[in-house]
Nanobody
Framework: QVHVVESGGGLVQAGGSLRLSCAAS????????MGWHRQVPGKQRELVAA???????NYADSVKGRFTISRDNAKNTVYLQMNSLKPEDTAVYYC?????????WGQGTQVTVSS
């Protein structure tokens, strides 16, 4: 059974920074892609950033230049460095890990940016 666990959320003032971490554990198979999505009440979950096992990245336009995604393949861990945070970045952030065996999600971590 695969477990995906996020950490690092919290409350920060606008302009501040946070770093999210996500570790996927379970059977010994690799994750082709790992990424972060976010959701606010009443809206659809949206992609924030994703990274392949080869290091190719993809970002939402709203976070380009402010957020950086990285991963440690050996540890099946992905990170999201969030700088210059804005109130509109407030959401629950979910980690996603995709393998040939399935698509796995964490429980989410709350990020709140105060103005």
């Amino acid at each position: 059974q695969v477990h995906v666990v996020e950490s690092g959320g919290g409350l920060v003032q606008a302009g501040g920074s946070l770093r999210l971490s996500c570790a996927a554990s379970g059977p010994a198979f690799s994750f082709n892609a790992m990424g972060w999505h976010r959701q606010v009440p009443g809206k659809q979950r949206e992609l924030v950033a994703a990274i392949t096992s080869g290091g190719r990245t993809n970002y939402a336009d709203s976070v380009k230049g402010r957020f950086t995604i990285s991963r440690d393949n050996a540890k099946n861990t992905v990170y999201l460095q969030m700088n210059s945070l804005k109130p509109e970045d407030t959401a629950v952030y979910y980690c996603n890990a995709v393998s040939a065996h399935g698509d796995y999600w964490g429980q989410g971590t709350q990020v709140t940016v105060s103005s």
